[in-house]
């Protein structure tokens, strides 16, 4: 089961899949925040500022020295007076001034203020449902200046959005009420100053969403911009050529005002909303908003980095493919930030998270394909094979099936069953396979428990060595207890067939030690791991001369075990190939 699943599904398919996830969450921007985050990170950078924009901030000193908001309103027509005769080319008064005030006076003198200047802007505010919907920004209210203030301003909405995770990054450029446009108080006071310089406002082709909104280029964070203290302003001589041409913005620069929000500069430190509109007003006159680029440019992107990622992490290693998920990243925000430059915003979270979602899923895949192809292995080669041999296959894969061997010591043994043909005579054939089975089942359990390699079957034949492919501590001693253990095991087997068919069979053993050539022989297309030399010609000579129920030593394995085997000496016997005798033991026990 797990080699089909193992060819069911390929990396490519794995990678597909990703890559469908993943560009449904791109197109649904299904992790905004995060996303709107990473790139307050790596896509802001400061810039320089207008130095025609200039704010005057309601702050804590001026509260401390002018008492407590809200002022009377005569103070800020002071204030008016003073920056018209100072000849500033527009007065954006960020302060809501929807209901008259207590003293008419004070609201005739505000009025008079702004009628002798010629360019004030001050602000309105819409009110929307919570079903508005994209393409449809239409107010339910909007709330407005006094009456007679009304009459003699421009006014521009100051309505800011901000994202859901509470960072003010764009701004909502227009919306309709009563089926007429109200434009921010941004716009208008960027075109009150392109008016007052004579040039006409481009306002067409600001790039702004389904909801109106735009992407705020900000050139820093908080206090950024050219500020005055209000009260400095109105009490202290400052030089009328300091605000003569410039747009100067009144408006709310402490905490305690609650007009403050945080921003892709800083979102520790709030700027003050006073600030965001000279952020927008330079955008405006420098023509530097930003815009995301078209939904199929990052789905291409996507496509892009799933199969650069799949091309790579498919064929290199682990470590090397970190490399390369790192250059992948590493590349995709160096374009990033220079397509910014040029005024587009390309998705980073997306196309970031994909390739590293693509290294782990293919790692793992790997990894279970490996488990796979390892189990599948030694399911299949350890019923032939020894389960060292497939070991060795499995962890030094292609250079431990090349052709070759090396020369080292082993202990070589070869065990026949005797009188097994006469026995096959009495024996219908699948009693004569089920016999031989139990047999040769003995004999692989025997050398396996001993860490002995099953080399091979040759009939009814069994071939095994000690100390090969790995190292075997004590390994002609280890042959022996397998011996042992083969003959004893053979007894129980013995008596059942005498019961059954009235004749049993025995083991012959041969053991040798010495050396031998042992790896993968054969050709490049079929190949054996076996051991080849005299050490296991002369093995396979015990065996041939052993008789029923007789294990033979060589001397060279009696002198490795002498201390621990009970063993009788038999003398030289002569072996087919060999000119000279060997001297031959016969194992009579293990101590």
């Keep these: 089961m797990g080699a089909k699943i193992s060819l069911k599904f390929r990396p490519v398919h794995i990678v597909l899949f990703i890559l469908v996830v993943f560009v449904i969450l791109s197109n649904f921007n299904s992790f905004e925040s995060v996303e709107s985050r990473l790139q307050d990170q790596i896509l802001q950078t400061k810039d320089t500022v207008d130095s025609n924009i200039i704010i005057i901030g309601i702050d804590d000193r001026s509260l401390e020295k002018l008492g407590r908001w809200p002022w009377s309103r005569d103070i800020l027509a002071k204030m008016i007076d003073k920056l018209t005769q100072a000849k500033a080319a527009v007065i954006g008064i960020d302060i809501m001034l929807s209901e008259k005030a207590r003293d008419q006076y004070e609201d005739a003198a505000l009025v008079e203020a702004v009628k002798n200047s010629w360019n004030v802007v001050v602000p309105v505010v819409g009110v929307f449902n919570q079903y508005t919907r994209a393409g449809e920004m239409k107010a339910e209210a909007i709330q407005v200046p006094f009456e007679e203030l009304m009459q003699n301003v421009e006014t521009g909405h100051i309505n800011i959005i901000a994202d859901k995770d509470g960072t003010v990054r764009k701004t909502l450029n227009s919306f309709t009420y009563n089926d007429q446009e109200t434009k921010s108080f941004a716009i208008k006071i960027y075109e009150a100053y392109m008016k007052s310089t004579g040039k006409t406002a481009q306002t067409g082709s600001i790039p702004q969403d389904a909801w109106n909104r735009a992407y705020i280029d900000f050139a820093g964070g908080a206090g950024h911009f050219a500020y005055l203290s209000f009260y400095d302003v109105l009490e202290k001589e400052i030089s009328p050529e300091y605000f003569q ?22 979102h520790n430190t709030p700027m ?35 199969f650069i990622s799949l091309w ?34 390309v998705q980073l979270f997306y196309p970031m998270l994909l390739t590293a979602v693509t290294y782990l899923t293919l790692l793992a895949y790997r990894y279970i ?52 043909t006469p026995l096959s005579e009495k024996a219908q054939p699948e009693e004569v396979v089920n016999i031989l089975n139990d047999y040769l089942d003995l004999c692989a359990q025997s050398i396996f428990r001993y860490g002995g390699t099953l080399d091979k079957f040759i009939g009814d034949a069994t071939m095994a060595i000690f100390n090969a492919p790995l190292n075997l501590e004590d390994h002609a001693f280890k042959a022996v207890q397998t011996a042992w253990a083969m003959k004893q095991g053979s007894e129980k087997l013995r008596e ?4 059954k068919f009235g004749r049993g069979v025995q083991f012959g053993i041969g053991i040798n030690t010495g050396l031998a050539v042992v790896g993968n022989i054969g050709t490049s297309f079929r190949m054996d791991y076996t051991a080849i030399g005299d050490t296991v010609n002369t093995s396979a000579r015990l065996e041939s001369n052993a008789k029923p129920g007789q294990i033979l030593l060589s001397q060279s394995t009696y002198e490795l075990v002498k201390d621990r085997v009970l063993a009788t000496a038999l003398g030289e016997i002569k072996v087919k190939g060999k000119e000279q005798g060997i001297q031959i033991y016969q194992l009579e026990g293990v101590r």
């Design 312 to 345: 790579f992490f498919g064929r290199l290693s682990p470590f090397k493919s970190v490399f390369i998920l790192i250059s992948i990243i590493t590349v995709h925000i160096i374009a990033s930030r220079l397509i910014y430059s040029k005024g587009y915003i």
């Design 245 to 266: 041409d410039a747009i100067v913005l009144i408006g709310p620069h402490t905490v305690g005002m609650r007009d403050a929000y945080y921003t892709p500069m800083d």
């Design 496 to 499: 059942a067939l005498i019961k």
């Design 272 to 306: 003050y909303g006073v600030e965001i509109h000279a952020n927008i007003i330079q955008n405006l006159l420098r023509n530097s908003f930003k815009q995301e680029i078209p939904s199929i440019a990052n789905i291409f992107i996507l496509i892009g980095v799933a």
């Design 369 to 420: 394909e490996e488990l796979f192809e390892r189990k599948r292995v030694t399911d299949v080669f350890g019923r032939y094979v020894a389960p060292q041999v497939v070991s060795q296959i499995l962890q030094n894969g292609e250079e431990g099936l090349k052709l070759g061997g090396t020369r080292r010591e082993i202990t070589c043994l070869f065990v026949d069953i005797r009188g097994f």
